[in-house]
């Protein structure tokens, strides 16, 4: 029976690890999938300090002496890749893997000190599963920007940092002025390309400065964080201006080229909420019309 058990432990496609207290690898049983996991036995008698990047080691001797003092089942994701620890044979030199342990406290003495098992299961394909379906529910799927809902998150969160922090925050909206007329006259593709244009010049002027969304077909949004009107007026305006510097092929013999008109507000008053920062923003963009500018603070 025995051999029996330990034939069945060691065929196991996932790793079982005994950790000790005191922070040293004391057993490796199974992990037999190559394609998923890296030879563990390198490790057993060394210290997790050792072997590991020195804030894993932390959280694993937390988790390991958590589970030992309360008698509990305790779980933990992380991400490690092959090459981050010391003394194995690497079976992948990408970007780290994700894995899903659960850690147990032995009813045993086998070890000669209190110990755990960790159970490693390999959720890699998993975790890129969910950042592709958090992707779709956050990206405008023409431009990769964020979507309508998404971005007003952003907004409302970094309200309350700016708030919280007492700093400033400004609202830029940008809406195109011909996209309506581009699709009517030459249809939707060509509209898709205005869109692309306008939003790529927008994503090249604010860089790392804020975040971008698209509100509805021709309507883009910015939030930046620390930035006041002022300065976003100025963002801006070269937003608009690189805009209209591009050049849009309509047929082999016609091009054109994107105008808009631009709304700026900023945090003012503890009161403020996105609300009344967008109620803000449209009512410049309406109060520039009859008139020869294109973009206005409010």
């Known amino acids: 029976m025995q051999s029996h058990i330990e034939a069945i432990a060691n065929a196991m496609p996932d790793p079982i690890f005994v950790m000790g207290e005191n922070g040293t690898y004391l057993d490796v049983i199974g992990g037999q999938e190559r394609s998923l996991y890296a030879d563990g036995h390198p490790l057993i008698g060394k210290n997790y300090f050792d072997v590991l990047p020195e804030k894993m080691a932390e959280r694993f001797t937390k988790v390991v002496k958590k589970a030992i003092a309360s008698g509990q089942l305790q779980e933990i994701e992380y991400q490690l890749a ?26 045993s003495d086998a070890y000669q000190q209190a110990a755990v098992i960790w159970l490693a299961i390999n959720i890699t394909q998993r975790k890129h599963m969910e950042e592709q379906i958090e992707q779709l529910s956050s990206r405008d799927p023409l431009t990769d920007l964020y979507n309508r809902d998404f971005f007003l998150e952003i907004v409302d969160e970094e309200l309350g940092k700016a708030r919280l922090n007492q700093r400033a925050l400004s609202l830029a909206k940008i809406n195109l002025d011909c996209f309506k007329r581009i699709t009517d006259a030459y249809g939707h593709e060509i509209g898709d390309k205005a869109i692309l244009t306008a939003a790529h010049a927008i994503s090249h002027v604010i860089g790392d400065l ?4 698209r509100l509805s077909c021709d309507q883009f949004m910015v939030v930046l964080p620390e930035i006041k009107a002022v300065d976003a007026f100025r963002i801006a305006k070269l937003a608009q201006e690189t805009i209209s510097s591009q050049t849009i092929a309509l047929t082999d013999s016609d091009t054109t080229c994107l105008t808009s008109h631009a709304g700026v507000t900023e945090l003012r008053d503890e009161s403020d909420d996105s609300q009344t920062l967008f109620r ?18 409010l």
């Open 82 to 107: 092959d090459t981050e620890v010391a003394g194995i044979e690497p079976v992948s030199t990408t970007e780290g893997q994700w894995y899903e342990a659960r850690v147990y406290p032995l009813d």
């Open 210 to 213: 804020g975040y971008i969304g």
């Open 280 to 297: 803000r923003v449209n009512k410049a963009i309406k109060s520039l019309d009859g008139t020869r500018e294109v973009t206005k603070i």
